[in-house]
């Protein structure tokens, strides 16, 4: 086999390996999104698991994270406190660079 075809094999599982933890730290980013959503609506207990398990699945209805955005926003207007899409944003940014952390 040729250094080539070597390099190429490594290139292809870096790939994997680096789309795998990006699967596990967004799985793990709206977990902690979840959680934040869920306090802030006042959840309890297995409502908390509830409510996270549906963040994770609303993210996977399309790419991006609109789909999650507009879920969370929809589900926070019910507050008198008001929470804004760029807090929204903000949130879910710190999400991530905790996830980050716990993988890295």
Known sequence: MSSFDDRKKSFEKKFI???ELQFKI???RNKYFGEWVAEKLSKKDHEIEEYTNEVIKADLKEPGDMDLIE???KDLE???DKISLDEIKSKLDECFEKAKKDFL
Do not use: I, M, P
């Open 17 to 19: 390996n680096d789309q």
């Open 26 to 28: 967004t799985g793990r």
């Open 71 to 73: 879920k969370v926003q």
């Open 78 to 80: 019910s507050l008198n």
